[in-house]
């Protein structure tokens, strides 16, 4: 019984109309999560741990650095995912979700590109090296931008949404590839004159302030992404008669 | 609390600008992110709305009065 | 089987009837090739360094130049529907343009790369690896390029778009390539650089005929 009345609800919330109502409930909630847990990570990050013994304070980056490198891989995963399923099952949410987390998740990876620049620098004396991590950190913002500047060029929706999906998916299969081939590039010219590796054993306090601001970056996403869907549905189902009366209403409240 | 003033807070032991550099455009590309969203909310709400009123006005007798 | 020869030989004439155009992307490969010592210096050591990895770039280049024309005619004129509603497995007539292209553009600049390796000031051995690892390399250009050449058929500013596509994913085929070279010349042996470009051959030649199927059906439609 209850099975097959979760698959129910499951197959009602594809549909962008049940979707709509639902992401506008949970969005402000994610949104009120993502606050709460950045003010508890920062608090955790600039006022409980400690100096590291090693770096100093500038270690502090790593609140940032690490959930957004984190995020940016995730939501490229994420994205694949929702393609994945947006050409196998032929729904038009999943496209719609995995175009609305793109701009998120290269916001991510460009925060990952620069704080790391900016940790760098009085850490191994270089805004950039190019290192096995953050050159295939760079290629995924440029998979990133393929695919947003794919997406963008697209007119007919049909197409747009399956073409980013293609994508989207030669893209997630490659990531791997790229990560194992820089690496092995990196490591026959570079040798260990840059070692990248954090302290073995991190203080439980520095690595539970990385954890809690990691999980307010997911519920950042969370929210930012189900915003912007809510947009993506009213653009694309907008002869639709529901979407004329939310139409309306917006255009009042406004 | 293990800052000894706010100044050595700010100082973040010589690593100020390197530390709050990555902070700082965090915040502002959060910020941006979210300006964004809202301007698309704001224009594609606005430009569906005249879409509708130009092609299809009689049907909606909400949007007639605003 | 037939659909395959037919289409590669038709594909070859074609190009062969616009041979223009192929004399321009292998022209572009050579120009490219040169300004890289003016730019960065005559210096014989400098450049025996940087030789492998230009050339490599410039052959990428090269590629990615003329990708975008191969599905482009086809499309414009309505073949290309044809094509895909005709009973021969598409897949199949993807690898037959696939080839063909390859054929066409990096057989003539496989030809001319110990020329322009000479010019770099590297050496037989040297030279010979940078050509087989072109010749085991540059299929794998063709195949992810039809990729995104499908991908961006008919778009405004396709040609730019197709390289943002493409570039980030021929990064891996340009580090095993060049990669080579150096390999060779350090006295580490190039077969596992060769190895993982054939393996890249092969995983290219399963997957990326289907993902282009799959594109140029959305194209199309």
């Known amino acids: 019984m209850s099975t097959s009345e979760s698959r129910f609800n499951l197959y009602h919330y594809a549909a962008p109309q049940a979707f709509y109502p639902v992401a506008g409930k949970l969005a402000p909630i994610f949104a009120a999560i993502a606050v709460v847990l950045a003010v508890a990570g920062l608090w955790i990050g600039f006022f409980k741990a400690p100096t590291d013994a090693v770096q100093g304070e500038v270690y502090r980056i790593i609140f940032i650095h690490v959930p957004a490198a984190w995020m940016s891989m995730f939501v490229f995963l994420v994205m694949a995912f929702w393609s994945a399923v947006g050409l196998a099952m032929n729904t038009r949410l999943s496209a719609l979700m995995a175009q609305a987390l793109a701009p998120t998740g290269a916001m991510f990876c460009f925060v990952a590109l620069w704080t790391g620049a900016l940790w760098g620098r009085p850490t191994w004396g270089a805004y950039w090296v190019w290192d096995a991590r953050l050159t295939s950190q760079l290629l995924l913002l440029f998979l990133y931008l393929g695919y947003m500047a794919l997406v963008a060029a697209i007119d007919d929706p049909r197409r747009r949404d399956k073409a980013g999906a293609i994508l989207c998916l030669v893209g997630a299969v490659n990531v791997p590839i790229i990560y194992f081939s820089v690496k092995w590039w990196n490591t026959l010219h570079q040798g260990a004159s840059v070692s990248l590796t954090k302290a073995p054993s991190m203080a439980s306090i520095m690595l539970s302030g990385m954890l809690v601001m990691a999980l307010a970056a997911w519920a950042y996403t969370i929210s930012v992404a189900l915003y912007r869907v809510r947009v993506l549905i009213l653009e694309r189902e907008r002869h639709a008669d529901w979407v004329r009366g939310e139409l309306a209403r917006l255009g009042e409240a406004s | ?66 | 089987m037939t659909a395959f020869s037919a289409i590669l030989r038709r594909d070859m004439l074609l190009a062969w009837r616009s041979r223009a155009d192929l004399l321009i992307s292998l022209a572009f490969f050579v120009i490219v090739g040169c300004l890289f010592p003016f730019g960065v210096g005559a210096e014989p050591n400098q450049l025996r360094a940087i030789g492998p990895g230009v050339l490599w770039v410039a052959a990428l280049l090269s590629c990615l130049l003329s990708l975008h024309r191969l599905f482009a005619q086809d499309y414009q004129d309505g073949t290309l529907e044809q094509m895909l509603l005709s009973p021969d497995p598409t897949v199949l007539w993807i690898l037959a343009k696939v080839l063909a292209h390859w054929l066409t553009t990096a057989v003539p600049l496989l030809l001319i790369t110990p020329l322009m390796a000479m010019m770099f000031d590297l050496e037989g051995g040297a030279i010979r690896v940078l050509t087989i690892s072109l010749a085991v390399g540059t299929p794998i250009l063709s195949l992810i390029g039809a990729v995104g050449a499908a991908l961006t058929l008919g778009l405004r500013g396709g040609g730019a778009l197709l390289a943002l596509l493409v570039l980030p994913l021929f990064v891996p085929v340009l580090i095993f390539g060049a990669g080579s070279v150096d390999a060779y010349l350090s006295g580490t042996g190039a077969s596992a650089h060769m190895l993982l470009l054939g393996g890249g051959v092969l995983g290219a030649l399963a997957l990326s005929p289907i993902a282009c199927a799959a594109a140029l059906r959305i194209s199309t439609e």
């Open chain 2, 1 to 66: 609390m293990i800052w000894d003033s706010w100044g050595a807070f700010w100082e973040m032991g010589g690593s100020g600008p390197f530390v709050w550099g990555s902070y700082g455009v965090t915040t502002v590309l959060i910020v941006a992110e979210l300006i964004m969203l809202r301007t698309r909310r704001v224009s594609s709400t606005r430009k569906l709305n005249r879409l509708m009123r130009a092609g299809h006005g009689r049907k909606l007798p909400e949007v007639q009065g605003s």
